[in-house]
């Protein structure tokens, strides 16, 4: 079952970035497994920021590529091949931009509406995680919970976790 977690961090503008670098660090010991993060900060003049953590134009133009140069090779030859490959990589760019995968992007704008220029927010969205690990780890990165998926007594176990001065 799919994790949802949004936190905003008030009045700490990289706080969202360390912490998904503890989570990152977490799902390399295998106590998480993240599907989707995006990170939201606003400039001074109010516009929104999201930070994706799949870049999928980039997926897209390599996975157009790479089809495009197979079958072009197939049925065209080595001449057909290189238009076809290059063909390939702009249909997979623009469709890997245009779509969109993991968390929504109109709901992380709709939830972002607290997060200010002195702020900043992180959201997750995890395959499978060990909860009570991950609650332990979090522990004291002073954010607040904007909303989860979790059960009402896990998030405020999370909750109280994240707002707690950090073990020493």
């Not at 993060?37 to 606003?42: G, L, P, S």
């Not at 065209?76 to 990589?89: K, Q, S």
Request: hydrophobic share 45%.
């Amino acid at each position: 079952m799919k994790t949802l977690i949004a936190v905003i961090y008030k009045h700490q503008p990289e706080a969202a970035a360390q912490t998904l670098a503890r989570l990152q660090d977490m799902e390399r010991e295998y106590l998480i497994e993240l599907q989707d993060t995006v990170i939201v900060r606003r400039n001074d003049k109010g516009k929104l920021f999201l930070q994706q953590s799949v870049n999928l134009a980039a997926a897209g133009a390599w996975s157009g590529a790479f089809w495009g140069t197979f079958i072009g090779l197939i049925f065209a030859g080595l001449p057909g091949m290189v238009i076809a490959g290059l063909a390939g990589a702009g249909m997979g760019a623009l469709s890997g931009r245009l779509s969109d995968y993991g968390i929504d992007d109109n709901f992380v704008r709709e939830l972002s509406s607290e997060v200010e220029p002195c702020c900043s927010a992180l959201f997750v969205l995890a395959d499978t995680m060990t909860t009570d690990r991950v609650i332990q780890e979090l522990q004291g990165t002073g954010g607040r919970i904007l909303r989860t998926s979790l059960p009402a007594d896990v998030e405020a176990r999370l909750q109280q976790s994240i707002a707690a001065h950090p073990a020493t």
